[in-house]
């Protein structure tokens, strides 16, 4: 007779190999899942370095590189936001306009730039405009206020941030007085932008008859894999008439800055048919969140000519098959004959524009960049320095600001072409957010330009080789380490 003992012993025999299996299954399956993650990023054929940043993340953190591939990391470039035929729809007045014009074209130095903008962008390079610079948050929203307050017809509002503090209540009350009046109000702000935000905030505005809408939302799980995907435009269009675009948010602290410094940023009024570009960059953004599409020809007027500039407003996006800025900035790099200045918060550039840099440089021209001596991120600003000796070594100039946090995004050249936009000199800007960039052919407005950087180099100092290659050992090993993940930043 079998004993008792001898069952039990049976069963906890069986209960270990029940164990063992579940544990083998659950090895084979997780690495199975890894590898596979793997050899999907490796087929994507993505840039070779964002390649490899995912391959290391994978194989040394692979239950955090599965989590962060999952949210972060698929790649959605062949999507479309808008069926062709929609979009060609949304474009005719736009388009009708650009035919018209008597001449539209820039110079023939940057012919080709305009043409490679038009031709992978649709973004047609409107004459007659007027361009205002602004370099402090009070007077672009001292601006923008006043433009609100003159709207008869519609005010469109895109922005990655929309606080619910000062600034943004004085704006949201406006909008809501407007709305009153029967001007048709509509607001886009980016959905991680403003995480913190209260839900209630922007409830007031469609409790107002303010439509309004976040873009492309985070609701687990859906939406996970575009959670990485973020809209930092800032656009604003009053009766299609005036247009605002730039590195500035609706927050107080554009205004104020910090306890250490002031906030220096840069955006631009724009008012003639250049205002067309923004309202169908805007009226796009709307129809991926509202499944609306709005084509009337009241909301693109007729407009005479206002100033002497020619402007290009141009998009990019995560989900189109090309990089568009990053390509114009490129091109506009090794086009230029004499100087070229670049300002941008943070610096993690896309190896062309890197390698751009650095020919240019190497070539004679006067490339200079300016970044903040101290950041609103220590990780990105760490990732920026790593690669300041790659581009001191090739002769560019390089020059902390002081003052303050410098925020600004803002290029100018040879006397002739300037930009003001969102987009960052990184990989996220080029990369994974939707960007919008105004480009200036035109003297006046890139001599302006030149000026306001000149006179930021003067709260500047300025980085020498000699002296950046000695900083410390452990500063090293910190930059290098950041700028391995700076892909993925």
């Given at each position: 007779m079998i004993s008792f003992a001898y069952i039990c012993q049976?069963?906890?025999?069986?209960?270990?190999?029940?164990?063992?299996?579940?544990?083998?299954?659950?090895?084979?399956?997780?690495?199975?899942?890894?590898?596979?993650?793997?050899?999907?990023?490796?087929?994507?054929?993505?840039?070779?370095?964002?390649?490899?940043?995912?391959?290391?993340?994978?194989?040394?953190?692979?239950?955090?590189?599965?989590?962060?591939?999952?949210?972060?990391?698929?790649?959605?470039?062949?999507?479309?936001?808008?069926?062709?035929?929609?979009?060609?729809?949304?474009?005719?007045?736009?388009?009708?306009?650009?035919?018209?014009?008597?001449?539209?074209?820039?110079?023939?130095?940057?012919?080709?730039?305009?043409?490679?903008?038009?031709?992978?962008?649709?973004?047609?390079?409107?004459?007659?405009?007027?361009?205002?610079?602004?370099?402090?948050?009070?007077?672009?929203?001292?601006?923008?206020?006043?433009?609100?307050?003159?709207?008869?017809?519609?005010?469109?509002?895109?922005?990655?941030?929309?606080?619910?503090?000062?600034?943004?209540?004085?704006?949201?009350?406006?909008?809501?007085?407007?709305?009153?009046?029967?001007?048709?109000?509509?607001?886009?702000?980016?959905?991680?932008?403003?995480?913190?935000?209260?839900?209630?905030?922007?409830?007031e505005m469609r409790e107002a008859g303010i439509e309004t809408h976040s873009f492309l939302k985070v609701r687990f799980p859906l939406f996970t894999s575009k959670v990485n995907y973020r809209n930092h435009r800032k656009i604003a269009v009053i009766d299609g008439r005036v247009g605002f675009v730039g590195g500035m948010n609706l927050a107080e602290r554009y205004m104020r800055g910090f306890s250490w410094g002031i906030w220096r940023d840069t955006h631009i009024l724009l008012e003639g048919k250049a205002v067309h570009g923004l309202q169908t960059a805007f009226l796009l953004d709307w129809y991926v969140v509202d499944r609306t599409l709005f084509t009337s020809a009241a909301y693109f007027p007729k407009l005479e000519h206002c100033g002497t500039s020619l402007v290009q407003v141009v998009t990019a996006d995560p989900i189109g098959s090309w990089k568009e800025i990053m390509q114009g900035l490129v091109m506009a790099i090794i086009g230029s004959r004499k100087y070229f200045y670049i300002q941008t918060p943070y610096f993690l550039p896309a190896e062309p524009v890197l390698t751009a840099m650095q020919t240019a440089a190497l070539a004679g021209v006067d490339v200079r960049l300016m970044i903040p001596y101290r950041a609103d991120s220590r990780w990105t600003h760490l990732g920026s320095c790593s690669y300041l000796e790659d581009v001191l070594r090739a002769g560019v100039k390089v020059y902390m600001y002081k003052k303050g946090f410098l925020h600004s995004k803002m290029m100018v050249s040879d006397d002739g072409l300037s930009t003001v936009g969102s987009t960052n000199i990184d990989f996220r800007s080029f990369e994974h957010n939707f960007e919008v960039n105004a480009f200036i052919y035109d003297v006046e407005t890139a001599l302006q330009m030149r000026e306001v950087f000149l006179q930021d180099q003067r709260e500047c100092v300025q980085l020498s080789l000699k002296t950046w290659v000695k900083r410390s050992r452990y500063r090293k090993v910190a930059e290098s380490v950041v700028r391995l993940m700076a892909p993925l930043l």
């Open positions: 049976g069963m906890v025999d069986w209960g270990l190999i029940a164990g063992q299996v579940a544990s083998w299954t659950f090895n084979i399956l997780y690495f199975a899942i890894v590898i596979g993650t793997i050899i999907v990023v490796v087929l994507d054929n993505r840039n070779p370095v964002k390649t490899l940043a995912w391959v290391l993340v994978l194989a040394f953190l692979p239950l955090v590189g599965l989590a962060f591939y999952f949210f972060f990391g698929r790649s959605q470039r062949h999507e479309r936001l808008i069926s062709k035929k929609g979009y060609v729809h949304l474009l005719k007045k736009p388009m009708s306009e650009y035919l018209s014009q008597i001449s539209g074209q820039p110079p023939e130095a940057y012919r080709r730039l305009s043409d490679l903008f038009r031709n992978i962008n649709q973004a047609f390079p409107f004459e007659g405009n007027r361009v205002e610079v602004y370099t402090s948050g009070i007077s672009m929203l001292q601006s923008l206020l006043r433009e609100l307050l003159k709207a008869r017809k519609h005010i469109h509002l895109e922005f990655y941030i929309f606080e619910d503090d000062a600034v943004g209540r004085l704006v949201r009350d406006v909008l809501v007085d407007k709305a009153r009046e029967g001007v048709e109000v509509r607001v886009l702000y980016d959905d991680v932008g403003c995480w913190r935000v209260p839900k209630r905030f922007f409830e």
